[in-house]
């Protein structure tokens, strides 16, 4: 397996080392190792409950893990002051699991939130134009003045994953963003996360369950198994793996 | 945006509604307590207060004019109040004011009442103006010289007792006189003897007078008259009753002559009573120990009839006495 | 034994959530000190509290006032009284009934909804969002809400006083002839300062209880949509709690001020 890690591409944006994260007696992530180079589209799988969502959050310091560190573009995370880490997580675009859209704000309020906090970064940049730019690439430009309340589930991640983007964020951290939706609508999200990963070169974490997405989209891949690193590679070297614990997750 | 900017006017309309309704509420708290109002200042010195807190209205002749802002103790026996006084009301109250603390009745908070001074074309009041206060004390002062009164009269009591003490033990002339039980009992036989013979010899000569009365006016009856058996049985009794009370009188003066002889010839006990000095002198003392305690008294409550708030004509009385006695201890 | 544990469970949970409690509200001052401050959203939560409140405050005082006379009328009369109705009503308004009685109705309507509301944002990771997105959600959220509520409250007290007396006053109108002005005009003599002004603390207090319950409860609900409803709901079940004991203390306090 160690070979399989030989394909570095470029530096890595971020790093992370022996994560250990538990709750009471439940040990969710137990030496956890990670690391996201530039430029590449990284697959986290792993089984439902195996502690995916805690490791994303431990990582922009959402959660605190019980040991372990977290190097985001060279910043250890976890020893920064606030103002730093609020300039950090400029740099990340975040998609939740369940979207977490504002459900008080229409969508353009939603989508100037993480704007409002960070007009440095964006010198007299005109918000409005912002917003709609966001919208439109990801097909949303009418939805502007509605309430969350009032989209589908599939706009409703959509807009967040506009939100995600509006910052023109370096990494984007994608908690399950085809969860729940049908095919075709997961399949625009699909084409749509790509699009992005085009048009702005962002490195990206895609935890899913899905292995058609992850077919389609990662050039590398970690399974997250017992709290651990368990195996990493390309989709065709797991895939193709003898190991009947990686093979339960391609079938 | 516009929908933000309506929800902040809305939001102002209702904040200063809100304010709107405190400040007003401040306003007419504080006008009725005249902490806002055009006033003025001025003290009083009491000796006692009687639980009075500041708040507390000020009256004049009745009229809320003020409040009580502040009650300061100077030292143990003077307390000043400091009162402020519409503006308005201030013409009306003048530098002779006197102040008072009483209960106002139902509530039972205090009340400084401003009792309007006698003097007439004494100047208004001024800012920062002390006027004179009628405390308890002064009332209490007064309680004091009626207490000497009193003693006068304790004294007074005491000596009759002592009379009367020794009356009953028959002890002393006057004693003997009213136990000597025969001559007593003479003197009152003698005096209801005279009263009921008076009484019935009134009476007779009325009846009579009546009938005569009656034969003068009508003439022609009178024969019918002195002939009805009934009638001339009523003049015959009326004639005998006249008989005898004029014997009965006739006794009695008898009877009093004969004493008032006794007392002439200088027998008999009475005379004694005259003899007597110490039983004069001690009669004399009371009467005039009665007649000063009733003069003082006289004094007392013409003073409290003329103004019961006038404490001062006590003490100078008191005082000027004090001094006299002083000089003549002196000379 | 078993039955023993779950007591000493509850007691000391009771005490956990009284230290747990007292830390947010001293979260809150530490916050509420520091830049930035949250302006907008201060102002919309002002709004929401304020303006959305002011029907049901209003109505809810006019009913008190109006019940309130009607109730006290007929003792009155018998003691030969009435003319005692406005000081008496305006008194225990002003200083007791209304404050206690509109803080209830904020409880029910302010508090559940701070619950709900940012329970529903811990539950759907929105409050996570926040963060993320580079804003601090204690600020953004909570601190705009106490204070807003801290704010608002007193606000609505004085305006559901004016109105209660007004429900009082109408009675008074209809069933004894006296008219609105001369009602007010005792009203106004037997209010004292020291009916208005404990009264007036104590509604800010009040205010503060609501917002830092209803935020406590929802800013730390526990995750799944059971916990949003038992966020809303124990914050009205605390607050009430709350606010009678504040409202003892601040009678205790008063009465030795104003003795
Ligand atoms: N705040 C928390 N308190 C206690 N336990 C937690 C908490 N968050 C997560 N867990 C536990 O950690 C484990 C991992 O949860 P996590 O949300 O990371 O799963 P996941 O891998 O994201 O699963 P899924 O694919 O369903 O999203 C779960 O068993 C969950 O019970
Ligand atoms: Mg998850």
New interface residues.
């Given amino acids: 397996m160690e070979n399989s890690a030989a394909h570095t591409h470029g530096k890595a944006v971020i790093s992370i080392r022996n994560l250990c994260k538990s709750f009471g007696d439940q040990v969710v992530l137990d030496n956890f190792n990670m690391e996201i180079y530039d430029g590449e589209n990284l697959v986290l799988m792993g089984k439902s409950g195996s502690g995916k969502s805690v490791m994303i959050k431990c990582m922009v310091g959402l959660m605190e893990p019980d040991s372990g560190e977290v190097e985001i573009l060279g910043k250890n995370m976890l020893e920064l002051h606030h103002q730093e880490k609020d300039e950090l997580r400029a740099e990340i675009g975040f998609l939740f699991q369940g979207s977490a859209l504002y459900d008080s704000m229409t969508v353009q309020e939603n989508l100037e939130f993480p704007l409002r906090r960070h007009k440095k970064k964006f010198k007299g940049g005109n918000t409005n134009e912002m917003v709609e730019e966001a919208l439109e690439s990801v097909g949303l430009a009418h939805t502007k003045s509605l309430m969350p309340a009032e989209l589908s589930g599939g706009m409703q991640r959509r807009i967040a994953l506009a939100r995600a983007l509006i910052l023109k964020p370096k990494i984007i951290l994608y908690d399950e963003p085809t969860t729940g939706l049908d095919p075709i609508t997961a399949k625009e999200i699909i084409l749509l996360m790509m699009d992005i990963q085009k048009k702005y070169k962002t490195s990206s974490l895609i935890i899913t369950h899905d292995v058609d997405c992850a077919r389609v989209i990662s050039n590398r891949m970690i399974l997250l198994l017992e709290g651990t690193n368990y195996a990493q590679g390309t989709f065709q070297e797991l895939s193709t793996s003898k190991d009947p614990k990686i093979k339960a997750f391609f079938k | 945006m516009r929908n ?1 900017n309506a ?2 006017i ?2 102002g309309i ?2 200063i ?3 709107t ?2 400040v007003l ?2 306003y ?6 005249n902490l806002f109002g055009d006033s003025i200042r001025i003290h009083s010195v009491f000796k006692n207060v009687s639980g009075l807190q500041t ?1 507390n209205n000020v009256r004049f002749a009745g009229v809320n004019v003020g409040t009580v802002r502040d009650i300061l103790i100077l030292n143990d026996t003077s307390i000043v109040v400091e009162m402020l006084i519409n503006e308005k009301t201030r013409r009306h109250i003048k530098k002779d004011t006197r102040a008072t603390i009483s209960s106002d009745g139902l509530v039972g908070s205090m009340v400084v009442n401003l009792v309007p001074g006698e003097e007439e074309g004494s100047s208004m009041i001024n800012p920062g103006d002390t006027i004179e206060s009628i405390s308890k004390i002064a009332t209490a002062d007064m309680l004091t010289t009626l207490n000497t009164t009193n003693e006068n009269a304790a004294l007074l009591t005491a000596d009759l007792l002592k009379i009367t003490t020794a009356i009953n033990d028959g002890e002393g002339t006057l004693g003997a006189l009213i136990k000597d039980e025969g001559m007593a009992t003479d003197i009152k036989k003698s005096i209801a003897g005279l009263r009921r013979t008076s009484e019935a010899a009134a009476v007779s000569v009325n009846r009579l007078n009546k009938i005569l009365s009656s034969v003068n006016l009508e003439e022609s009856l009178a024969g019918l008259i002195l002939n009805d058996t009934s009638a001339a049985g009523e003049v015959s009794q009326i004639i005998a009753d006249l008989g005898q009370s004029a014997e009965e009188m006739k006794l009695m003066t008898a009877n009093l002559q004969e004493f008032s002889e006794e007392i002439k010839t200088g027998e008999g006990i009475l005379n004694h009573i005259i003899n007597d000095t110490t039983v004069v002198n001690h009669l004399d003392a009371t009467l005039q120990n009665a007649e000063e305690a009733s003069k003082k008294f006289d004094e007392n409550m013409k003073a409290l009839q003329h103004n019961i708030l006038f404490r001062g004509y006590f003490r100078k009385l008191e005082r000027r006495k004090a001094r006299e006695g002083k000089n003549e201890n002196n000379r | 034994m078993n039955h023993n544990y779950t007591a000493t469970a509850n007691v000391s949970s009771f005490f956990m959530e009284i230290g747990a409690l007292s830390r947010f509200a001293g979260r809150f001052f530490k916050e509420l000190f520091s830049w930035p401050f949250e302006f907008r959203e201060f102002l919309k939560q002002c709004y929401q509290m304020g303006n959305k409140s002011l029907l049901l405050v209003g109505v809810t005082g006019f009913i008190l006032g109006l019940v309130f006379t009607l109730q006290s009328r007929p003792t009155l009369l018998e003691f030969g009284a009435v003319s005692w109705m406005p000081s008496m009503i305006s008194i225990s308004i002003v200083r007791e009934i209304g404050p206690v009685i509109i803080a209830l109705i904020c409880a029910g309507r302010i508090g559940s909804s701070i619950g709900a509301e940012l329970g529903s944002m811990r539950v759907t990771e929105q409050i996570d969002a926040m963060e993320v997105s580079g804003t601090n959600p204690f600020k953004f959220l909570v601190v705009t809400r106490i204070l807003a509520a801290t704010l608002m409250l007193p606000v609505l007290i004085l305006i559901g006083d004016l109105i209660a007396l007004f429900g009082s006053a109408l009675v008074e109108y209809v069933k004894g002839n006296v008219s609105f002005l001369l009602y007010f005009n005792e009203v106004f003599e037997a209010i004292k300062f020291s009916d208005l002004m404990p009264a007036t603390i104590k509604s800010f207090f009040f205010g503060f209880a609501i917002g830092v319950v209803g935020c406590f409860k929802g800013y730390n609900s526990s995750k799944g949509t059971e916990g949003v409803g038992k966020a809303s709901n124990s914050a009205v079940v605390f607050t009430s709690l709350l606010l009678f004991i504040i409202d003892f203390i601040a009678v205790f306090v008063s009465d030795i001020i104003y003795g």
């Fill in positions: 933000r929800q902040n809305k939001l209702f904040v509604a809100g304010i309704i405190f509420a401040v007419f708290i504080g006008n009725r307590q708040g």
